[in-house]
């Protein structure tokens, strides 16, 4: 399951807080490596999407999962250095009687057992799951859908919790000016923190870079030279237009940010 260095700012990750953290992946300054045993759990949740459209779909919802061409709905922006995929959209059955045709937006996620799964409902989405709610506030923003269908299972048992939201727009506009920032910055932001023994800097991958001056990997978008132009590429100050195939390994004019 290890795919690298994802190319965009995904919408998904704008929730986090730190905003250097969020620059060092967009600008691969180190690839996190995982254990077969964790990027297995990673993939529970994308196999588990054909079972939740089951779901819906078995209780009448009509669901929408790829768009005229057969692909993922997807919203994009910064020159097409940030985006992210939507799960599908769905309309209730008419024995729900909603006033008005409404269009949901899907979130489907997994949880194991515990308060990551049952705060959910007793909390809400927005104080339980602040950054899924941060995701699915852009793409209701970008794709001008008001509400989103979030639907979350519990590993361990199969529990299912459902929660109708309603989408901030504001948020979503914030979050895309954010990732445009972030794309755009030839500098990295302020840290979260100055202490790397603060919780959120020790859990960091990135840690040993922000703080303790650890050399970043060595590829083109970890460069100083290199720049996010339009339609998701990259250019270079000394060598114009980067080839994509050539961006992983750079060149000997590497000059680390």
Known sequence: YEQGHRNHL????LGEPCWRKLWYQFRWVKQE????????LF??????????VAYLKGIGFDVKEFDEDGKQFRIMGAMGHYGGSLDGMCKAPERYQLTEDIIFLNEFKTNGTGKGFTDVDDKGLQKAKPMHYAQMSQYGYKMGLCFGLYMIENKNDSAIIIKIVELDWNLGAQLEKK???IVFSKEPPPRISENPAM?????????????KGEKPEKNCRSCRNATPTQDATWTC?????????????????????
């Open 10 to 13: 995904g919408a998904s990750t």
């Open 43 to 52: 993939n529970v949740g994308h196999s588990a999407e054909p079972r939740f």
């Open 237 to 257: 100050s000394l060598h114009g237009l980067i080839p994509s195939e050539f961006i992983k390994t750079g060149c000997n004019d590497w000059l680390p940010i």
């Open 199 to 211: 919780q959120c800097c020790q859990w960091c991958a990135y840690t040993d870079i922000c703080h």
């Open 179 to 181: 990732a445009t920032e």
């Open 33 to 40: 490596h995982f254990d077969g045993r964790m990027m297995r």
